[in-house]
């Protein structure tokens, strides 16, 4: 179904709530037509009805389990079946998982949901994305990654630790795309610690979140919408935001030669060509 209105395309993942919800409301308030991407069917019937109210036009909706790489494979056929182009992905899906739990493909959970599935979209859909925007996060610090081992994790699971690694392969995820695929202008984004339901089932992290500077859902896609916007030639490619600026992430983080590794194990990982 070709677009003949001249609107940009956008798809987000992770949009049944938190920041990809707010970003799939201000964008298709822009006049963008906007693609909702989520695991639960419920939540997802929600958000579309709030977008809808907000903007006067019901997205279409999409449901995909990360935890699944077969419905990320699916999804992708789905989506390019429906779309001959797609002017953004909003690379936005991603969890704190707070035990150590292996996935259905074997991985932990937490670099399938946060990196391996958003890469393994990335890159079925490439020829068709003009520009990915990933939700990464400052949490990068806290991650050990190591490209031959992704499940090193689960040997002695701390949930921070864990997110942190995943948040690290998806800046180094970003940072590679740009320079493998220069038809696609590719960027990252922390969008700030912001008061979702993320994490909400740790008593302990919600506690913890309450002595924290919390930001809403709005503030924490502000980002992800002016990535979404800003024109090419004023942007960083494979650049990493906070707060509608370039931030430098940690060292580790903008590495090249780590970047082709994960780049390479993630191929493997998933079944593509390297």
């Not at 339901?197 to 913890?208: M, T, V």
Request: with cysteine.
């Amino acid at each position: 179904m070709e677009d003949l209105t001249g609107r940009r395309l956008v798809v987000v993942t992770g949009a049944s709530s938190g920041i990809g919800l707010a970003a799939a409301i201000d964008l298709a308030r822009r006049g963008d037509q906007v693609v909702l991407v989520g695991r639960d069917p419920s939540r997802l019937r929600s958000a579309a009805d709030e977008l809808r109210e907000a903007s006067g036009e019901r997205p279409e909706v999409f449901r995909a389990d990360f935890a699944v790489l077969d419905d990320v494979r699916q999804l992708a056929e789905q989506l390019r079946a429906a779309y001959d182009r797609i002017d953004v992905l909003a690379n936005n899906a991603g969890a704190i998982v707070l035990q150590p739990v292996t996935t259905v493909d074997g991985f932990e959970l937490s670099i399938q949901a946060n990196h391996l599935a958003p890469f393994l979209l990335g890159n079925l859909l490439a020829d068709r994305v003009r520009r990915m925007v990933v939700t990464a996060s400052g949490a990068h610090r806290s991650g050990a990654l190591d490209p031959d081992d992704f499940n090193a994790p689960l040997r002695r699971y701390r949930p921070m630790s864990a997110y942190g690694t995943s948040k690290q392969a998806n800046i180094l995820f970003t940072a590679e795309a740009a320079r493998r695929w220069p038809a696609v202008a590719s960027y990252c984004f922390h969008p700030g610690v912001v008061r979702t339901r993320f994490g909400s089932e740790s008593r302990l992290i919600a506690a913890g979140m309450r002595l924290l500077p919390l930001r809403g859902p709005v503030k924490g896609a502000q980002t992800l919408v002016w990535l979404a916007n800003q024109h090419q030639s004023r942007l960083l490619d494979g650049g990493y935001y906070f707060d509608c600026r370039p931030r430098r992430p940690l060292r580790k983080a903008a590495d090249p030669q780590l970047a082709a590794r994960l780049w390479t194990a993630s191929a493997a990982a998933v079944g593509l060509p390297a």
